[in-house]
């Protein structure tokens, strides 16, 4: 299996503009998670699915924040506008499912956005 | 509501020597606890999980963890160090249920070992 699959790996985009990150989770999980990791706040859940529907989205920073699960083998997380301090690693995990035998989460390579 | 806590920001630690990385937790039911390490440039990967059963838990690399439930400890081991297990490591701890809306993932704030040649 190739693993949760990110894109981009690095985006470097400009103050104001959109970005779109996109994941593919493993084929045949039910769950997908995005976190976002910085040095100052470590890892924070932002939103996480379970089959393509939105669960909890309370770790969402704010409205420019915006996750869709077209379907299980696609995600994306938009920001619009973008801003300075969304420079994170943005993580994409996926799971088989939520019981306890079936919850380890399997994490992407990340994409490291950058907004100047 | 779940919590987890890693004291410790770095550990140091001679290559050949064990190695402990401290993590304790607080949840409502039973406890479901992970530790995930993580490479630079990369994902966390996961290394072992306690669900019930025996307290040592062996994951892989050969780490193990051990589950304490009166001191509601996790704590990676590892009886000799190498180099290459230089990493950040993070504790988690599942809890709640999908049904009711309160499910939580936690990942503590991470642990930087550093074994040294």
């Known amino acids: 299996d190739a693993g949760v699959i990110q894109s981009p790996r690095h985006e470097v985009t400009e103050m104001g503009q959109e970005v779109t990150l996109r994941c593919k989770p493993i084929?045949?999980?039910?769950?997908l998670f995005w976190y976002r990791q910085t040095m100052m706040r470590g890892l924070e859940l932002l939103i996480y699915?379970?089959?393509?529907?939105?669960i909890d989205d309370s770790g969402m920073p704010e409205d420019r924040f915006s996750a869709k699960m077209p379907n299980a083998s696609f995600s994306t997380l938009k920001i619009q506008p973008s801003e300075p301090r969304d420079s994170a690693v943005y993580f994409c995990?996926?799971?088989?499912?939520w019981g306890p035998g079936t919850d380890t989460q399997y994490f992407g390579p990340g994409t490291r956005l950058t907004v100047l | 509501a779940q919590s987890v806590a890693q004291p410790e920001d770095q550990v140091n630690v001679a290559e050949g020597n064990p190695l402990t990385v401290k993590c304790t937790y607080s949840?409502?039911?039973?406890?479901?606890l992970f530790w995930y390490v993580q490479y630079p440039n990369r994902g966390l990967q996961f290394l072992l999980k306690?669900?019930?059963?025996?307290?040592l838990v062996k994951g892989s690399y050969g780490f193990e963890a051990e589950f304490n439930k009166s001191q509601t400890s996790f704590h990676l081991k590892k009886p000799s160090a190498l180099v290459s297990d230089s990493a950040l490591y993070f504790c988690?701890?599942?809890?709640?249920?999908?049904?009711?809306?309160?499910?939580?993932?936690?990942f503590g704030t991470g642990t930087r070992l550093k074994v040294l040649a």
């Open positions: 306690y669900i019930t059963g025996d307290n």
């Open positions: 084929s045949g999980h039910n769950s």
């Open positions: 699915f379970n089959n393509n529907v939105p």
């Open positions: 949840v409502s039911g039973n406890p479901y």
């Open positions: 988690a701890v599942r809890g709640g249920s999908i049904t009711s809306g309160t499910y939580k993932y936690i």
């Open positions: 995990a996926s799971t088989l499912g």
